[in-house]
C-alpha cells in the first residue's frame, strides 16, 4: 500500500562500498524528493530554480510528463496501472542541473496494492537504462543487470534490491552480485521532511549544487581507483535520448 504522502523530502546519506577486486568505500550526504510524477510540486518562483523536475530527464524523454513516459515505458513490459497511484524518489534539477544514479517509481493499482517498482539508472556517460521489478512481500527484487554503470565492473551478473516504499524513513539496498560474491554495494537512506520552502531552502544551503556534488564525487572516486590500478572494462555501445540530444 501507499505510506507516503508526496511531496516530500528526504535527507540521506547515500553509501558505495566495494569490496572486490579493491575494497572502496565512498559516503555522500545529500537530499532527494518523494512526488507524484504526474503533479510535480510547485514552488513559490524564487524556489524553482532549486528544484524543477523535467520530462526529459526520464525514459525517452519525448513525453508530456514524467508519469506519461512512466506508463510508456510500462506499456511496453505489459503493465497497465489503470491510472492507479505512483511515487518517484528522486534528485530534482538544481540550478539547472541534475545527476540521478537512480531513480526509483513504485507503482500501485487503483486500489493501493503495489503492482510493480521501476528502476531507472543513469550513468555518468549520460546513458540511462529502466528495470521493471517484481518485489517479494520484503520488498526484495533480483533482475540481471543490463547496463554499464562503473567502468570498473563489465555488463554482467545481477542486481539484488531492497525498496521498501519509503515512509517516514527511506531504506534502500542495491548488491551487485557476480559469481557467488557481493563485489558491490549501494545504500540509501534518510528521514522524511515536508516540502515546506523553508526545508528545502535549508537543504539546499547546507548541500549546494547536491546533484553536480554527487556527479562530482563518483567522477573524483573513479579516477581514484584507476590510479590505484584497477582495470578498465569496456564500455558496450547503448544510446539514449540524452546522448541524441533529445
Known sequence: ????????????????????????????????????????????????????FVPGDHFDGDRPSVRAGLDAFLAEQGVDLAGGPVVMLTHARVLGYVFNPLTLYWCHDPGGALRCVVAEVHNTYGQRHSYLLRPDTSGTAVTDKEF?????????????????????????????????????????????????????????????????AVSAAIRLHGIRLYLRGLPVQPRPDHRTPSENGS
Open 1 to 52: 500500500m501507499v505510506t507516503s504522502a508526496a511531496p516530500c523530502l528526504y535527507r540521506v546519506a547515500i553509501t558505495h562500498v566495494r569490496s572486490a577486486p579493491r575494497r572502496y568505500a565512498l559516503r555522500h550526504r545529500t537530499y532527494m524528493w518523494l512526488i507524484d510524477p504526474a503533479c510535480p510540486p510547485e514552488l513559490p518562483p524564487l524556489l524553482r530554480p532549486l528544484a524543477r
Open 148 to 212: 554499464y554503470v562503473s567502468p570498473f565492473f563489465p555488463v554482467d551478473g545481477r542486481y539484488r534490491m531492497r525498496l521498501p516504499v519509503p515512509g517516514e524513513r527511506v531504506d534502500l539496498t542495491v548488491h551487485l552480485e557476480r559469481d557467488g560474491s557481493r563485489p558491490f554495494t549501494a545504500t540509501v537512506r534518510g528521514t522524511r521532511h515536508e516540502a515546506r520552502p523553508a526545508t528545502l531552502l535549508r537543504l539546499a544551503l547546507r548541500r549546494p549544487w547536491s546533484t553536480l
